[in-house]
Nanobody, 115 residues
Framework: QVQLVESGGGLVQAGGSLRLSCAAS????????MAWYRQAPGKHRELVAG???????NYAESVKGRFTISRDNAKNTVSLQMNSLKPEDTAVYYC?????????WGQGTQVTVSS
């Protein structure tokens, strides 16, 4: 079992920045991949950015060049640096961890970007 605790959401003006963090804890687990998803009202949950154990990353087209995902394998944390935020980035952001065959999800953190 893996527990995820997210932090760092909030309200920011367009053009501003926020940093989300997620810490994974549990007993006897290994992490294959970590990611951030988001879900805006009335929309499906979508992948924002992902990172695997060797550091390779992938991003949604809408956030490329603005968001950066990083992870600390020793601390089992993943972060999402979000710059040049836009109103359309407003959503609940969820941390996701793949450990073996099991997906784990954080509780979600609200990001609101005002115009």
């Amino acid at each position: 079992q893996v527990q995820l605790v997210e932090s760092g959401g909030g309200l920011v003006q367009a053009g501003g920045s926020l940093r989300l963090s997620c810490a994974a804890s549990g007993s006897r687990f290994s992490i294959n991949a970590m990611a951030w998803y988001r879900q805006a009202p009335g929309k499906h949950r979508e992948l924002v950015a992902g990172i695997i154990s060797d550091g390779r990353t992938n991003y949604a087209e809408s956030v490329k060049g603005r968001f950066t995902i990083s992870r600390d394998n020793a601390k089992n944390t993943v972060s999402l640096q979000m710059n040049s935020l836009k109103p359309e980035d407003t959503a609940v952001y969820y941390c996701n961890v793949l450990s073996g065959p099991v997906d784990y999800w954080g509780q979600g953190t609200q990001v609101t970007v005002s115009s």
